[in-house]
């Protein structure tokens, strides 16, 4: 019944002070929670401002009053220290001196085999570095004989590829002079051929089936004639886009003169010679178009496998002058790694 009395009147000040001494004695430092679990109820709102008042007078508790009977009679030692805070003191000294004595002999401990394991890495440092300066003349001597080789290495690429750049803008200079004489030849035989073609249309048409199958064969050879002179204009696209524009004009004039077959056809029989005569011109062109593209072709072909050893050899000289890059790096990490083992101190203990 009593106890429902005390729950129901709330946690008074005297019951946070309780809580709170006891827990000082405990050698545990009073906190709001603390203090509600000592205590078994009450909410934060409430024990806070009952502790924070139990911390207030806490320096006065502590600092004793000034009535050594009213000390006694309130649970205080002569002092006027609370008896429980005086033994929570005591307690906490205890306790803290223990753990600092055991701290410090730890540290000593520490201190000790850290000195002990400086002397091994020392020694074993110094058999390291007497290796290490062993090795880094051996690789300091390398060097020298890499750079130098690198050097030399490095003077004869660049004098070959100067030659190589030299002699490629020559085969290129070589090459577009001979595009544009073969691009010349062509558009002299086709406006050759445009031309004979107009004066003698009429002929034309009485050879019609004739023309059709020779203008296929025509058509084939060129053609042929012109996937191989791709072949050779890979190394510039100027020239396929002339051949290209000039293969699309020849296609148009041949449409025009397929057209004009059927305008042709009545005069067949009055110029029968004069066409048997204009075919053989035709066909002599067509040869000594078909020599050029051959003679173009066989050029080209010479052009572009030049080209191919030429990058070829270029690749295979990268490849040397990359080795040695690599070379010289490791020599140079070895080199820093050294260096950094000779200035690395070694750290003294008091």
Do not use: C, Y
Request: net charge neutral; proline share 2%; hydrophobic share 40%.
């Amino acid at each position: 019944m009593a106890e429902i009395q005390q729950f129901r009147r709330g946690i008074q000040e005297e019951d946070v002070f309780r809580a709170a001494d006891a827990l000082l004695a405990e050698g545990l430092r009073p906190t709001i929670e603390r203090v509600r679990l000592k205590i078994g109820r009450g909410s934060p709102n409430t024990v806070s401002p009952m502790l924070e008042k139990w911390f207030g007078s806490l320096g006065q508790r502590i600092a004793g009053g000034t009535n050594p009977s009213a000390n006694l009679a309130a649970g205080n030692d002569a002092d006027g220290v609370p008896v429980s805070v005086r033994n929570a003191t005591r307690l906490l000294w205890e306790t803290a001196r223990r753990e600092a004595d055991d701290v410090q002999r730890q540290e000593l401990e520490g201190a000790r085999a850290a000195l002990d394991e400086a002397g091994n890495v020392l020694a074993v440092g110094q058999a390291d570095l007497a290796q290490r300066e062993a090795a880094f003349e051996q690789a300091r001597a390398s060097l020298g004989a890499a750079l130098a080789s690198s050097q030399q290495a490095r003077e004869t690429l660049e004098r070959q590829l100067a030659e190589q750049t030299a002699e490629i803008a020559g085969l290129r200079a070589a090459s577009a002079q001979e595009i544009a004489r073969l691009n010349a030849l062509l558009q002299e035989a086709h406006a050759s051929k445009e031309v004979l073609r107009q004066e003698q249309a009429a002929a034309l048409a009485a050879r019609d089936k004739d023309f059709v199958e020779e203008r296929q064969r025509h058509e084939a050879q060129e053609r042929h004639a012109f996937e191989e002179v791709d072949r050779a204009r890979q190394a510039s696209k100027q020239l396929e886009i002339g051949l290209a524009r000039e293969q699309q004009q020849r296609l148009r004039s041949e449409e025009a003169a397929a057209q004009t077959l059927e305008a042709g056809r009545r005069m067949l029989r009055e110029t029968q010679q004069a066409a048997q005569q204009v075919e053989r011109e035709l066909r002599d062109q067509l040869t000594l178009q078909a020599s050029l593209l051959a003679q173009a072709q066989t050029e080209g072909a010479a052009l572009a496998q030049r080209l191919d050893d030429l990058e070829r050899q270029l690749g295979e000289e990268r490849k040397s002058h990359e080795s040695t890059r690599v070379l010289l790096a490791t020599a140079l990490t070895d080199m820093r790694k050294i260096g950094g083992v000779r200035r690395s101190p070694v750290r003294k203990t008091k």
